[in-house]
């Protein structure tokens, strides 16, 4: 008993000075088993709560049950490729819950239950693009209403007088195809308005039009758009991606044509603008939209450009801006 009552006056004093202490678990564990096998365990404890200690002794409960739930489980071991498509399905449909998987899964006569689903559904999700909510990317918006969306954007040029010249364009996402373009010195709101006026003639507009947070489009720009029924899309501060179509298009404007051309004035820019958007629009094939050309992919068959698609005749090709480029179509 004195023993007992040195040791205890030492862990007082020790108490004093040390606010928490640090414990390992097995110093959890062995607290907890030398606590089983006391009556007055309460009395006993100095570094800890009895609430901790009890607190302790139901983890180590949970983690013992979910040993033994391990070892006599005996639900079959899926398939890998079984695995990897639950996560495929999981990471490129984000709407879709563990049934609705679950459903596709039998249509594969692939017969999973729904825990086993969820399991690996939240492993896919966890680090994927879904995230906690189910919301579509800016990506799969403009997938899905590419048809109904121009996309508008200045490229600044530089005549041979050092002499600033701004081109705009609109573009439309789903066939590539450049609605209108307009070269000034001056790109005011009024002008940008009045362009957005002549590119939408008898109320051909689309549904939504992106642009950036350029100063360049004011009140007007925006009371035009509104008019027409249009809704203005604005793109987020740095991000050039969400404008990714149309500066991919100014890009090529500048591989393509400027950087092989001295801009001499407003005449001789606009000339060769013109004709590169011609020959954009009605020869160049497009990446994008699987090597076709941008009128052809917006309209049928039968109005192709006669000379595309076309298996017999004599190849020639047409110059574009001097040479710079070739149209090669078959002549009869």
């Known amino acids: 008993m004195l023993e007992n009552a040195l040791l205890r006056q030492q862990l007082i004093v020790l108490r004093r000075q040390v606010k928490r202490p640090q414990l390992t678990k097995t110093d959890r564990a062995l607290l907890v088993l030398l606590a089983g096998r006391l009556r007055a365990w309460k009395n006993a404890l100095l570094i800890v709560q009895p609430d901790t200690l009890l607190r302790w002794h139901r983890v180590g409960f949970r983690l013992i049950w979910k040993i033994k739930s391990k070892t006599h489980s005996r639900e079959p071991k899926l398939p890998a490729e079984t695995i990897e498509l639950i996560k495929q399905m999981a990471q490129e449909n984000c709407l879709w819950g563990a049934e609705r998987i679950r459903g596709e899964l039998l249509k594969l006569d692939i017969r999973v239950c729904k825990r086993t689903i969820q399991k690996y559904v939240r492993q896919a999700r966890r680090p994927g693009p879904c995230g906690s909510e189910s919301r ?56 940008t308005a009045q362009q957005l006026r ?100 917006g309209s049928s068959m039968q109005e192709t450009p006669p000379g595309y698609y076309e298996s017999e005749g004599r190849i020639t090709s047409f110059p574009v801006l001097g040479g710079l480029h070739h149209d090669y179509r078959r002549v009869a």
Not at 198 to 221: H, M, S, V, W
């Open 198 to 297: 002549e590119a939408t003639p008898y109320g051909q507009a689309p549904r939504f039009l992106i642009r950036d947070n350029d100063c360049k489009y004011g009140a007007t720009f925006a009371k035009v758009a509104n008019a027409s029924g249009i809704e203005i899309l604005r793109t987020p501060f740095r991000a050039p991606r969400a404008n990714a179509f149309c500066e991919r298009f100014l890009g090529s404007v500048r591989r393509e044509c400027l950087n092989h051309l001295l801009v001499l004035g407003e005449r001789q820019l606009h000339s060769a603008i013109k004709e590169y958007v011609q020959y954009y629009n009605s020869a160049r094939p497009h990446q994008g939209i699987g090597q076709a050309i941008p009128e052809v992919a």
């Open 136 to 191: 579509q990317n800016w990506r799969t918006f403009l997938h899905n209403h590419a048809h109904q969306v121009w996309a508008c954007d200045f490229l600044p040029v530089y005549d041979l007088f050092f002499r600033p010249w701004f081109i705009f364009f609109i573009i439309e996402l789903g066939t590539r195809r450049v609605i209108h373009f307009g070269v000034t010195r001056s790109p005011t709101d009024e002008w």
